[in-house]
């Protein structure tokens, strides 16, 4: 017998999306064409210009799987791989991904055989040996509202072209965010991939049975709406009434909005311009460095910042790291059948589905191109 199939106006036939494959969560060689396609070839937050803001000062990271550091050229600013041009040695220890601020006399000596370079990448002596023109790689490196972020793709567009607007917006609701220093930061490794953590960052579908405070004391969860637009993912929400707030606020402003950066960086700032930053970084297919770190006007919080800050790592943060390592487990069962994203027409979610994730998914299978797994295309 013939199924005649009613057809909606203005239906497509358009498969509906799903959640990814459970082997893109903990296949290494997933990972591998990650970094290559994705993390070797994107603009990512390491830091704050007020971090190099003297002659000298010298900022390490890692950006995917590359260490780099950023360095305060006589005022220029600068970002190269942290690797010796001899043999390979780090040029500075990497004792966290976080971010590690150091000073240099000038310039910059390789603890290993001691060749020295000058701040602009050039080789300056080793060891009174001519060894010809030698200079350390470099990175790209650019600024957004004072926050600074490297591309170890030196042919990448612009910063601002990867995430446009998002300067503006981020200054309109903190005017003083360029001149805001480190405040505070806490690294935490998690036991799931960094799909899952940026997946989960980017709805909040489970937000209003998951996070009380969040959506009782910080906004107004009737509100919410993360809007992907290309690289960038756009969370607003109406920051709930001063009397309301779980904290009291450094500022008096309820301005709430969350800028997601493609692939693993977020600027936020929570009511009361308290700006705080997000950033991932893979450490192998099933775990993630978090670096999450609060940018306010002294490099010690006073009373008042320090209650956000703890609200925030007690109750969003930590009841979100239980989400994503449990749901790392799921996806590694034989039992675990990837189901449906529930999105809306409109692409614009609300705690009521997870558009973004769906986005998400295609900014993967378009990066990864013919490396992303068949089944998921
Ligand atoms: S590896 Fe740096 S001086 Fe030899
Ligand atoms: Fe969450």
């Not at 489970?206 to 969040?214: G, R, T, Y």
């Not at 500022?251 to 009361?272: E, K, R």
């Amino acid at each position: 017998m013939a199924v005649h199939q009613t057809l909606v106006p203005g239906a497509t036939d358009a498969p509906k999306p799903r959640a990814l494959p459970a082997h893109c969560y903990t296949d290494p060689t997933i990972l591998d064409a990650e970094m290559s396609a994705i993390f070797a070839r994107s603009w990512q937050l390491v830091g704050h210009v007020s971090q190099v803001s003297e002659p000298g000062q010298i900022l390490t990271a890692v950006v995917g799987d590359e260490p780099v550091f950023v360095v305060n050229d006589n005022g220029q600013i600068r970002a190269f791989f942290n690797v010796c041009q001899h043999r390979g040695h780090e040029l500075f220890p990497q004792q966290t991904a976080g971010g590690d601020v150091a000073e240099t006399p000038g310039f910059i000596m390789c603890p290993y055989h001691a060749w020295v370079y000058r701040l602009d990448g050039r080789l300056a002596s080793a060891r009174s040996r001519d060894v010809g023109e030698v200079c350390l790689a470099p990175v790209a490196v650019d600024q957004l509202a004072g926050l600074l972020f490297v591309n170890v793709d030196p042919g990448a567009p612009p910063l601002a072209e990867h995430a446009p607007g998002v300067a503006e917006e981020v200054l309109a609701i903190v005017p003083e965010a360029g001149t805001r220093v480190l405040t505070w930061r806490r690294t935490q490794l998690i036991d799931a991939n960094w799909k899952i953590a940026v997946e989960n960052y980017n709805e909040c579908y489970h937000c209003p049975n998951v996070h009380l405070s969040f959506t009782s004391g910080v906004v107004d969860p009737a509100s919410y709406r993360i809007k992907p637009e290309g690289t960038v993912i756009r969370h607003t929400a109406t920051g709930v009434e001063g009397e309301r707030s779980r904290y009291a606020r450094p500022v008096d402003s309820d301005a709430y909005a969350a800028f997601y950066i493609w692939p693993a960086s977020s600027i936020q700032c929570y009511p009361g311009q308290a700006l705080n930053t997000y950033r991932w970084v893979p450490r192998g297919p099933d775990q993630t460095l978090l670096v999450r770190e609060w940018w306010f006007d002294g490099p010690e919080p006073t009373d008042v910042q320090r209650a956000i800050i703890d609200l925030d790592w007690n109750t969003t943060v930590s009841e979100d790291l239980k989400l994503v390592e449990s749901t790392q487990r799921g996806v590694r069962s034989r039992g675990y059948r990837p189901g449906p994203l529930v999105t809306e027409p409109s692409g614009i979610a609300s705690v009521h589905s997870e558009d973004a994730v769906a986005h998400l998914g295609t900014l993967l299978r378009s990066a990864l191109g013919p490396a992303w797994p068949a089944e998921a295309r």
